[in-house]
């Protein structure tokens, strides 16, 4: 069984910043592409920021030059800082992860069951 944790959520005034941390555990013989979604009320999860095995990254249009994701692949773990936060910044955050379990090079994506993040103005 694998699992993804969140961990870093919170309550934080319009500028400011947050470090999103996801913890991925159990049975895996690897870690592909890990990424960071994100929900808003009455909106579609989102990709917010994506990192590849080999460490590619790639981000959403509006955080861009704001938030930074980082990988520690000996701790199995992604990350997530956000800095210059904005009310529209508010929702959700998820935590992806596509996960192989045997040495064949497909793998499984798995979710977190996201961190709420909440930006006042």
């Known amino acids: 069984q694998v699992q993804l944790v969140e961990s870093g959520g919170g309550l934080v005034q319009a500028g400011g910043s947050l470090r999103l941390s996801c913890v991925a555990s159990g049975s895996m013989y690897g870690i592909n592409a890990m990424g960071w979604y994100r929900q808003a009320p009455g909106r579609q999860r989102e990709l917010v920021a994506s990192?590849?095995?080999?460490?590619?990254?790639d981000y959403a249009d509006p955080v861009k030059g704001r938030f930074t994701i980082s990988r520690d692949s000996a701790k199995n773990t992604v990350y997530l800082q956000m800095n210059s936060l904005k009310p529209e910044d508010t929702a959700v955050y998820f935590c992806?992860?596509?996960?192989?379990?045997?040495?064949?090079?497909?793998?499984?994506?798995?979710w977190g069951k996201g961190t709420l993040v909440t930006v006042s103005s």
């Open positions: 992806n992860a596509n996960i192989r379990r045997s040495i064949l090079p497909g793998g499984t994506d798995y």
């Open positions: 990192s590849t095995r080999s460490g590619i990254t």
